[in-house]
């Protein structure tokens, strides 16, 4: 048969696809490379995961390595035997690492440490699928745009562009004079209860949530133990617990 004379797509750039045996060879090496490179070694449990504020803490420990990998290729390469594990008493950490957990090689002291895990947690916009660490009305009469998180004389009447949405998102608004206004009655008299504290947030709660500027969601590691390479000394830091959290 003749070939065809029909146009075809002719791909540029192929995908190469991952090689996942080999991503694994490599961070069992890392970290054993590790183990005899750094003073230290901490897991670290991560709360409510954020890219942007874990590429925060690798900028901040340049110096070390932090490992955010597959659990049980982490535990294979500290050991689970005294025959098998990378160093001494590096065994006992295997039980930690269950969850959102990272490996964090270090020769900085404890103190330090500790301390910046301790003060660094900064508040983001609550995702769908989290609890409500906090309770959240928007008052009756004039909306504003921060709903009364600040005081009216810091604030401002939202934008009348927004009422739309805002309906759509079962806020019961209407228009007044080009003004937004929230007026309810009976068990919601006092305003309308975008949430309350303890619940599961939907995905509509969260946009209204972000929406108002209500930052009710914290990045937190939580250090969970710690191991001296010159003592093989390993000393629980927190116990486990906690939310796990999808890297």
């Known amino acids: 048969m003749p070939r065809s004379k029909r146009a075809r797509v002719v791909h540029e750039s192929k995908t190469v696809k991952k090689d996942h045996k080999e991503q694994t060879r490599r961070l069992y090496a890392n970290i054993r490379e590790c183990v ?41 390469a500290l050991g689970s035997t005294p025959e098998n594990e990378a160093a001494e008493n590096l065994r006992l950490l295997t039980p930690h690492l269950s969850g959102a957990v990272g490996l964090l090689f270090t020769s900085r ?47 401002e009447p939202i934008s009348h562009t927004i009422e739309p949405a805002l309906r759509k998102l079962g806020v019961p608004t209407r228009l007044v004079k080009g003004k937004v206004m929230l007026e309810l009655t009976g068990e919601q008299e006092d305003g309308y209860r975008v949430c309350r504290e303890g619940e599961t947030l939907d995905s509509r709660q969260t946009t209204l949530l ?30 486990q617990g906690g939310m796990e959290v999808d890297a």
Do not use: C, H
Not at 39 to 62: G, H, P, Q, S
Not at 127 to 155: C, H, K, M, Q
């Open 36 to 76: 005899e490179e750094y003073d230290r070694l901490f897991v670290f449990a991560v709360d409510n995961m954020r890219n942007t504020y874990l590429k925060d803490v690798r900028t901040e420990f340049a110096d070390s390595r932090l490992f955010f990998g597959k659990t049980k290729v982490m535990a294979v």
């Open 109 to 155: 002291e404890p103190a330090s440490v500790i301390s910046y895990f301790e003060n660094y947690r900064p508040q983001d916009f609550a995702r769908a699928g989290t609890v409500a660490t906090r309770s959240f009305t928007i008052p009756n009469g004039l909306v504003y745009a921060r709903a009364g998180e600040v005081s009216v004389d810091e604030d």
């Open 210 to 239: 972000k929406m108002f500027g209500v930052l009710s969601s914290e990045f937190k590691v939580d250090l969970r133990a710690q191991w001296t390479r010159s003592t093989g000394e390993v000393k629980v830091l927190e116990q």
